[in-house]
């Protein structure tokens, strides 16, 4: 387990209808993407906005710069992080 990240108000355990499961099948020998996941779930769970960035180096016409924009305002929220049956805390 990578620390304690869990944070999410009670009020999201009765409206399941709302989220959605995505199950990944990775190779990640130094744990960066649930690192990464943890890092989304810290700053946009408590109602943090922002935005992640692609590869910035990288000109759009080469596949770079994408942005995905995080609304921590409530409508983005990730609610757990379960990493070989364990959830993350």
């Known amino acids: 387990m990578l620390g304690n990240t869990h944070l999410y108000d009670k009020k999201f355990e009765k409206t399941g209808k709302d ?10 020998p130094d744990n960066q993407l649930v690192k990464f996941l943890q890092k989304v779930r810290r700053h946009a769970n408590p109602g943090h906005s922002f935005v992640v960035v692609v590869d910035p180096d990288l000109g759009k016409a080469d596949g ?12 983005f929220f ?12």
Not at 64 to 75: N, Y
Not at 78 to 89: R, S, T
């Open 64 to 75: 770079g710069s994408e942005k995905f924009s995080f609304d921590g305002d409530g409508s």
């Open 78 to 89: 990730l609610k757990d992080i379960i990493v070989n049956g364990e959830k993350e805390k």
């Open 19 to 28: 989220f959605v499961k995505i199950e990944l099948l990775v190779r990640d």
